[in-house]
């Protein structure tokens, strides 16, 4: 078998993050003053592999952008965090993703307004199938024909498949086989309980039946309330870190990445459900989806000590606040 060059491939289109922070959202026909913004780079494929790239791995990701500003914007954010983009689709005359995260520190609210991109979604025909071969991992969120095939060719080299599963879509729940890693929101649990008629509380004979269909690992994620999985090591409940939290924009998005990560290394599902937890603690600390995102140095001094080393972190944040183009 042909060595590895990647580690992971991300199957997703990237955003372009309006990072905001306020008060409280107004009245209509109200100034309402930002207490700071900054751009970040943004999409859940995209800043989980950025995650994985922070922590030390070989990462790509294949999507396509607009030639519009907001897509420049995005391509040069993932070269900063050390994403190989040669894969990425510019569209001629398209607009990017584009999203405005706001965060109201009074009421403790999180809101995003969203604005897809208007190009069209990459086919099979437009895949490498030597290229999705040479990784190690595909990561995705969306399902499509492309995907699958991408999935089938990976599987071909005993590489292996995670996917994001935010929400209950049948584009997830009818490929389930395609998935060796699936790891859910709080919002996919309740929704697929909801239609299936599942007792919510039976959380391993639940997360079972997705194994069940084909998956190795499920996990889903329960935000405050940490996560909570199962394996063919068992079924285990991992607790949420307590953290001075800023912003959980992309705080799934950076556990799936370091999940990925870990996995990667050789490290038991709940060894590495323990180091993604404490990854996503992390950036919670610090604003957007990205800025916080730790180093692996910086993540094992956190696990041992509990304390967290800012210095470079913080770098970060003025890199951000500064603009993101180089």
Request: with cysteine; glycine share 10%; net charge negative.
């Amino acid at each position: 078998m042909k060595e590895k060059k990647i580690d992971i491939i991300g199957f997703g289109d990237p955003f372009l993050d309006l990072v905001v922070k306020i008060g409280k959202l107004p009245e209509s026909n109200t100034n309402c003053p930002m207490q700071e913004h900054c751009f970040q780079g943004g999409g859940n494929v995209a800043t989980a592999v950025v995650a994985a790239a922070r922590l030390g791995l070989r990462t790509s990701l294949i999507g396509s952008v607009g030639d519009d500003l907001f897509g420049k914007m995005s391509l040069s954010d993932l070269e900063y965090n050390g994403v190989d983009i040669s894969k990425m689709y510019v569209r001629k005359g398209k607009k990017s993703n584009f999203s405005i995260c706001v965060t109201e520190c009074d009421v403790k609210g999180k809101e995003f307004f969203v604005e897809h991109g208007d190009f069209e979604q990459i086919t099979s025909e437009m895949l490498v199938e030597e290229y999705i071969k040479s990784a190690r991992m595909l990561h995705t969120g969306l399902i499509t024909s492309a995907v699958i095939d991408a999935c089938r060719w990976i599987h071909e080299t005993d590489g292996k498949v995670s996917i994001d599963a935010p929400y209950y879509k049948p584009f997830v729940y009818e490929n389930y086989k395609c998935f060796d890693i699936f790891i859910g929101s709080e919002m996919y649990y309740e929704a697929m309980c909801k239609n299936l008629g599942f007792d919510a509380g039976k959380y391993e004979k639940n997360m079972n039946t997705l194994r069940e269909e084909g998956c190795e690992i499920v996990i889903f994620t329960f935000g405050g309330d940490g996560c909570r999985g199962v394996s063919a090591e068992g079924y285990f409940e991992i607790p949420a870190i307590s953290v001075k939290v800023v912003d959980t924009t992309g705080a799934g998005d950076v556990f799936h990445g370091a999940f990925d990560y870990a996995y990667l290394q050789g490290m038991n599902v709940i060894e590495c459900a323990r180091l993604a937890t404490a990854t996503s603690a992390i950036k919670c600390t610090r604003p957007g989806g990205r800025s916080g995102i730790p180093t692996m140095e910086v993540l094992k001094k956190f696990m041992e000590t509990g304390e967290i080393d800012y210095s470079e972190i913080d770098e970060r944040v003025a890199h951000y606040k500064s603009g993101i183009i180089s």
